[in-house]
């Protein structure tokens, strides 16, 4: 339902930081000046849904993002809903959406070289993650340069 071609498009969402997450959209190819948009979002269909609290604006002031802080997405799953109306009528809803996340470097890197045996052994620790917990999980690359 809604008037055709003012859903919103592009509707991404990046977790970064372990707890924060950057949502953007654009309008819709008909959304016109008077058209706002609503972000909810929750982690369960058992929960409540809660209103995005620091929207990202356009120059016409229609809503095109939202930052979230202290987010954790513990399961794979997260629900989210826009809503809105342009001249009292309703939007068209969205059902595709993408959610990245941009991990941070891993932690405690260490090496060990031995001149001797001209090796070098380094390990470290899994980045922080929003709501990975394998370790598994994770594919690392490590570049070593001679100095």
């Not at 095109?64 to 826009?82: D, K, M, S």
Request: glycine share 4%; proline share 3%; net charge positive.
């Amino acid at each position: 339902a809604g008037m055709t071609g003012t859903a919103i498009d592009n509707f991404v969402c990046v977790i970064f930081n372990v707890s924060f997450m950057n949502c953007t959209w654009h309008v819709g190819s008909n959304a016109t000046e008077d058209t706002q948009y609503f972000l909810y979002w929750r982690l369960s269909k058992k929960e409540d849904f809660t209103e995005c609290q620091n929207y990202i604006k356009d120059n016409c002031g229609r809503h095109t993002g939202c930052q979230f802080q202290n987010v954790t997405i513990e399961n794979r799953f997260a629900y989210f809903l826009v809503n809105g109306s342009r001249s009292g009528q309703n939007i068209q809803s969205i059902s595709d959406y993408i959610i990245v996340e941009k991990l941070t470097p891993p932690l405690n890197v260490t090496v060990n070289c031995t001149a001797a045996s001209h090796r070098c052994r380094i390990w470290w620790q899994p980045p922080r993650t929003s709501h990975v917990r394998k370790r598994s999980c994770f594919k690392y690359e490590v570049v070593i340069e001679n100095k």
